[in-house]
């Protein structure tokens, strides 16, 4: 166990996460900084298990960007078989606090009967049976067994594979400068929503895509339950609230100002954040109405919301090109 380590629950396990390793290794980060720094904004949305369709409102590489925009030295490491795996996970924990990507569903303390993942933890210590986590989605570390956490650790659903991948830091002292780090974060955040990223399919036209969709949901015989999972992946389920974009105007505000960005873009982020949990809001009323002419009405009028906010952001993140 490493006695200097800070665990705090947080908005968003991926970004609260890297906070509380930030923490350990001395960089002086807040959240919305990691998240920031992570290039973390982005856009997704198809067809799941979980509900006939999802939407997610951060893209996948998160962790990995932040530690690479910082020019921190990392390993990393996904597919071992078990064995392998755990040897590996133990080898690790003898230098410092690893990441590692689980299912929520198989904790027991979260009590979820909905799979989601990856969801981000730190794992503290493996001694013998137990396993300790640092989740920031509870104040205090939690400890299941090692069966337990194998099962969340290696489960077959999440929006991306989970496949017992884990992150560790090699070398945490920082080789590019802060400024520099959050101008490159910048860079590649608009890259995402305005070219679609690594995948190629996460930003805004995606957001068009969701938009386009909203009306054809009628046809599914989960609607409620897609209505209430797409609110909840908006304003709940770490996202910060306003589907991730509220931490990311925070790091405008922050970051992004200190590296010469005018406060017109951290303004213009916090009310498109504003107007996703307005989205959000009506996704939630559509999942508790049985009337099935005012759910059709109000999923038109979610479309429409979706829409403007898709074109807002293209403007937005077209002027934060042009600005950096």
């Not at 705090?8 to 920031?36: I, M, P, Q, T």
């Not at 802060?178 to 890259?191: S, V």
Request: glycine residues 10%; proline residues 3%.
């Amino acid at each position: 166990m490493f006695t200097k380590y800070q665990h705090s629950s947080g908005k968003h396990c991926g970004s609260a996460s890297l906070r509380n390793l930030a923490g350990y290794y001395e960089l002086g980060l807040d959240e919305a900084s990691c998240f920031g720094l992570g290039a973390g904004i982005g856009f997704e949305y198809g067809e799941s298990e979980t509900a006939s369709r999802l939407i997610m409102g951060r893209n996948s590489n998160l962790e990995t960007t932040f530690f690479d925009t910082l020019g921190i030295s990392t390993v990393q490491g996904e597919g071992q078989s078990k064995e392998p795996a755990w040897e590996t996970l133990e080898t690790r924990l003898e230098s410092g606090p690893v990441l590692c990507f689980v299912d929520l569903f198989y904790l027991p303390y979260f009590g979820s009967s909905t799979h989601f993942g990856p969801h981000t933890i730190v794992v503290l210590d493996v001694d013998g049976d137990s396993v300790t986590i640092s989740d920031s989605e509870f104040d205090e570390p939690q400890t299941v067994s090692r069966d337990t956490f194998d099962d969340a650790w290696s489960s077959d659903h999440g929006f991306w594979p989970i496949e017992r991948r884990w992150l560790a830091i090699e070398d945490p002292t920082p080789t590019v400068a802060i400024d520099t780090a959050t101008l490159e974060a910048i860079e590649r955040g608009t890259e995402t929503m305005l070219h679609g990223g690594d995948s190629g399919s996460s930003g805004v036209a995606t957001i068009r895509t969701f938009a386009d969709d909203l009306p054809t949901w009628t046809r599914f015989d989960d609607l409620q339950w897609t209505a209430r999972f797409a609110y909840q992946n908006i304003e709940r389920r770490g996202t910060g609230g306003g589907a991730f974009r509220r931490l990311y105007a925070t790091f405008l505000d922050t970051l992004g100002t200190d590296a010469g960005l005018a406060p017109e873009f951290s303004e213009r982020m916090g009310r498109i954040a504003d107007d996703w949990t307005a989205l959000g809001g009506v996704l939630e009323e559509i999942s508790e109405t049985d009337d099935a002419a005012n759910r059709r009405d109000r999923l038109d009028e979610a479309s429409d919301l979706a829409h403007d906010l898709a074109d807002r952001e293209d403007t937005l993140f077209t002027d934060l090109e042009r600005a950096i």
